[in-house]
């Protein structure tokens, strides 16, 4: 015996709700591994300063070792030639010495002065090593923490759509199969709604308001009728407002033609290419014809469930 009307818009209801859950999930768990994809960038551009900063250490040890030897040879000098200052006897040789003095003392303070700046330097570059340093292992041990929550959370998340994916095959086994592939779809592609009550003459999941003769097949609730505008599924609700929409039905309301319907319903349709994640778990015959087939096809916008 085929379901009712009311039963399967029961079941969609239901099976809405576990199935937004699902395709929660299965986002989250997708999404996953791009949490640590930061921290990795930002490990791989700290790795990278630090041996630029090592190079620049290297380099500022090196010169210090230069400048540091230098100077002794700047100060040997000097010495030697106070020593020379002792036996001299022309003013000649006096002036030659001096003069050598003066000199080696100029590029003693010269050469002082440019070992403070170049101890300065290598302070700061020491410093921002130990940063660095510090900075990578820091990043490495959160990489490593937070891989172990990725792998652990992954684990769960994994465990409850298996246990969604049972209940969602208790709960559908006398749906049509192509009406759960396509409410599959549209779930996926309306972050989680896809059968929505009317109220009035309004679709409550895209507010447009739909045409007299949609919302009389909805009322009649004797076949799946997919809104012209968002695709999904709608069924009837009563609300108070509906009264005065018996007026409306019944005036002024401007129809849509069949032309105007097929093109809605065309560029709806387009912009649903997530097709991977229904396509794996469907039988093969089903996944070979839905490929390339729009989202709505004509002779299923309004169907019977019965046939
Ligand atoms: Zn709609």
Sequence with gaps: MPMRMDEVFGTLRQYQEILSRRVELEKQLEAMPKTIEIQNQMLSREKKSL?????????????????RQALAEAEMKRENAEKQMDGITTQREYDSV????REASEKEQELRRRI?????????IDDRLHRIEMSVSTLEAEIAQKRA??????????????????????????????????FERIIRSKSGMGIVPIHGVVCTGCHMMLPANFVNEVRQADKIVF????SRILYYEETET????????????????????EEGEDSESNDDTDE???????????KKRVQSEPLIDNDFLIDTMDE
């Design 51 to 67: 041996s630029e900063v090592k190079e620049q250490y290297e380099k500022s040890e090196a010169s210090l070792k230069e400048l």
């Design 98 to 101: 001096n003069k050598e003095i």
């Design 116 to 124: 403070q700046e170049e101890e300065r330097r290598f302070a700061d």
């Design 149 to 182: 929550e990725i792998d652990e959370h992954s684990k769960e998340i994994s465990d409850e759509i298996e246990t969604l994916w049972s209940k969602e095959n208790d709960l559908t086994h006398e749906l049509d199969e192509d009406l759960k592939f396509k």
């Design 227 to 230: 809104c012209p505008y968002c």
């Design 242 to 261: 509906d009264e005065s929409m018996e007026e409306i039905l019944a005036g002024s309301l401007v129809d849509l033609n069949n032309d105007e319907i």
């Design 276 to 286: 991977t994640s229904g396509k794996a778990k469907r039988g093969s015959a089903r």
